[in-house]
């Protein structure tokens, strides 16, 4: 006699599985937040910078955003950094830190999918990033009366596509890092410099050297693309999707990289 299957089994399943996902994001949303020193650093940076830079030099108006105040190019600048820092920093030490000291083993040791462990730890990132990007849009409309993108569903289409190829960027570059102690000097160093090459603190003008130069870094694209909704330049769409597929291919080759050098174990002998 054949034994009937029961149709609500995959339901179930979908629902527990959701549950564990949910319960594993709320554990690392706590070992984020209380870590306060690491959390002020990764989202209170860029609302320091934002409001140093909008305080001293954000009502000049620049002939090469077409009129715009720089205000205006630093609060999109700034929300793309929010999301970089958060898939790219913050994660790559995090997973530099877990696997030196041996917790990603013994948490794939551990009962818990593989995939529910990794999908938390980046549904977290993203809301580190989304956290970052309203807190920014909020200062920049009270505090230096910026106006909101004329399209939201384009901001948030590059938000998404910036914290998954950065978080995969991240994923990346930790199987780089030989141990922890290097993690934050070298994941930090090269992003800064990145930040520098791509124009964070100064609108590059579209025809200079430093500018062709930066356009093959994916830190440029996200900066422009995340500048579109906010019409900059003025009288363009508010979609840049060259930016964007270039921020993509760049997450996708190093999905590949993550996915061939990734290791659970430590290092270390």
């Known amino acids: 006699m054949t034994a009937t299957s ?4 995959p339901s179930r399943r979908w629902t527990r599985d959701l549950r564990l996902v949910a319960h594993q994001v709320k554990f ?13 650093f990764t989202v209170g ?26 205000i205006t190019y630093y609060v999109p600048g700034f929300i793309a950094y929010g999301v970089m820092a958060a898939g790219f920093t913050t ?40 956290v970052q990007f309203l807190l920014l849009l909020v200062i920049g409309r ?26 995969a960027m991240g994923v990346a570059i930790s199987t780089l890092v030989p141990n922890q102690e290097t993690a934050g000097p070298v994941t930090s160093i090269v992003f800064f410099v990145l930040l520098f090459l791509a124009g964070l603190y100064f609108p590059l003008p579209a025809g200079s050297g430093l500018a062709r130069f930066s356009n093959y870094l994916p830190v440029r694209h ?17 979609w840049a999707w060259h930016d964007l597929l270039a921020v993509a291919l760049w997450g996708a080759g190093a999905t590949l990289v993550a996915l061939r050098r990734f ?7």
Request: avoid cysteine; glycine fraction near 6%.
């Open 6 to 9: 029961d149709p609500s089994a």
């Open 28 to 40: 690392e949303q706590l070992a984020f937040w209380v870590n306060r020193v690491g959390a002020v």
């Open 45 to 70: 940076f860029s609302v320091v910078f934002l409001v140093m830079l909008g305080a001293s030099d954000g009502n000049q108006r620049v002939a090469t955003l077409g009129g715009a105040r720089l």
């Open 91 to 130: 994660l790559a030490i995090t997973i530099v830190v877990r696997r030196e000291t041996g917790l990603l083993k013994r948490l794939r040791l551990s009962p818990m999918p593989t995939w529910v462990l990794l999908t938390s730890i980046f549904v977290s990132t993203a809301i580190v990033a989304v």
């Open 142 to 167: 009270v505090a230096y009366h910026v106006a909101f993108p004329s399209s939201w569903l384009a901001l948030v289409v590059a938000v998404l596509v910036g914290v998954v190829s950065f978080s």
């Open 222 to 238: 996200l900066i422009l693309a995340m500048d579109r909704p906010f019409d900059i330049p003025r009288g363009v769409s508010p």
């Open 263 to 269: 290791r659970w174990s430590p290092r270390r002998p």
